[in-house]
């Protein structure tokens, strides 16, 4: 009959082996994850704001084309959400889409980082930074080629975030916390050491790029047990490690908003268990839950900050055994990680 303590040691045993695998995956060779040595949890909320296609109604498809573009509700559901986590001594770390510093008032974002939530660079246009055709960049370019003509997709990447990071100081006096490529790639920037490289030169230590493959279930309906057991098992392929070129990366954990709701038409009960999953998961295992949200998309599916309070609730019940963090405060502890 095995004690609590021996099923604790193996759960710990089990994702010592899973993360291992999922490292080698990421990087060809297997790595230490230190976080297990570690005696508190890391959650972190992240919002990127940004508009997403189908909110708030399912015909819109035109922020495709102005991703930096927020409308109102966007913008206060930010504000609250910000002010709610703030009330529970955490921290929301944001991302940032360039173009929104083009808009008249950027008081609210400035209010924000007031009150102490870091802003992340999200690139300017929302760019895909894989992409290696023009077409492939973003849609606004597809539109209006000629806003890159004459330029690789490579310097129109590289120009893209130097341009975000710009909009940032001059508009709201910071220096971005940080990156999170647009879109996250299952294998994150491990097959694409020159953008590691590109990064690096830029500044940043770190890079919040993975967010690991996932079922979603039928579309239309809730998720069945084995989907919410599968995702639930993503989070050991979420945690922060360390490339060989020394870049931190910071993955972003499964589910997000976008994926349950807008991919898998979700009730908001059933991205609730997940979440709620996820995060006793992290808890139980001392590990690391990146909540990846946007509220373009939470304002019309969760417009009363169920999973905003639900994390803080996870959180403040686990007591010393959880945290609310920044990504650059799990970075930091990754560090210690053995490069992949």
């Not at 690139?123 to 690789?152: M, T």
């Not at 910071?250 to 059933?270: C, H, K, L, Q, T």
Request: aromatic share 8%.
């Amino acid at each position: 009959m095995h004690t609590p303590t021996d099923r604790h040691k193996s759960r710990r045993g089990f994702l010592a082996s899973a993360l291992s695998t999922g490292l080698a995956t990421a990087g060809g060779a297997r790595g230490h994850a230190s976080h297990l040595a570690a005696d508190k949890a890391y959650i972190a909320i992240t919002l990127d704001l940004e508009m997403s296609r189908h909110y708030p109604t399912w015909d819109q498809m035109h922020w495709d084309y102005e991703k930096g573009n927020l409308d109102a509700p966007t913008k206060r559901y930010a504000v609250e959400a910000a002010r709610r986590v703030k009330a529970q001594g955490g921290v929301i770390h944001f991302f940032a889409v360039g173009q929104t510093m083009e808009q008249e008032d950027v008081g609210w974002l400035k209010d924000i980082v007031a009150q102490g939530h870091p802003v992340g660079n999200h690139s300017y246009d929302h760019v895909n930074i894989k992409a290696k055709r023009a077409s492939d960049i973003q849609f606004r370019f597809q539109r209006a080629p000629w806003l890159i003509e004459g330029k690789s997709p490579a310097e129109v990447i590289a120009g893209n975030i130097r341009l975000a990071e710009s909009a940032l100081k001059e508009r709201i006096g910071i220096a971005p916390a940080g990156f999170r490529t647009p879109g996250g790639f299952s294998d994150g920037l491990a097959d694409r050491p020159d953008l590691q490289s590109l990064l690096m030169e830029m500044g940043y230590t770190w890079v919040s790029s993975k967010y690991p493959a996932h079922p979603i279930g039928t579309v239309g309906q809730p998720p069945d047990r084995q989907v919410l057991s599968a995702i639930v098992a993503a989070q050991a392929q979420a945690q922060p490690f360390v490339y060989p070129s020394g870049l931190i990366e910071v993955p972003m954990s499964p589910i997000s908003d976008v994926g349950a709701f807008r991919n898998g038409r979700w009730p908001v009960g059933a991205f609730l268990e997940a979440i709620k999953s996820g995060v006793t998961w992290a808890i139980e295992e001392r590990a690391v839950f990146c909540f990846l949200g946007h509220p373009s998309c939470l304002v019309v599916t969760d417009p009363a900050f169920r999973t905003i309070e639900l994390m803080c609730d996870l959180v403040r019940a686990a007591g010393d055994r959880a945290a609310i963090a920044d990504l650059g405060t799990i970075a930091r502890r990754a560090k210690g990680t053995s490069r992949l």
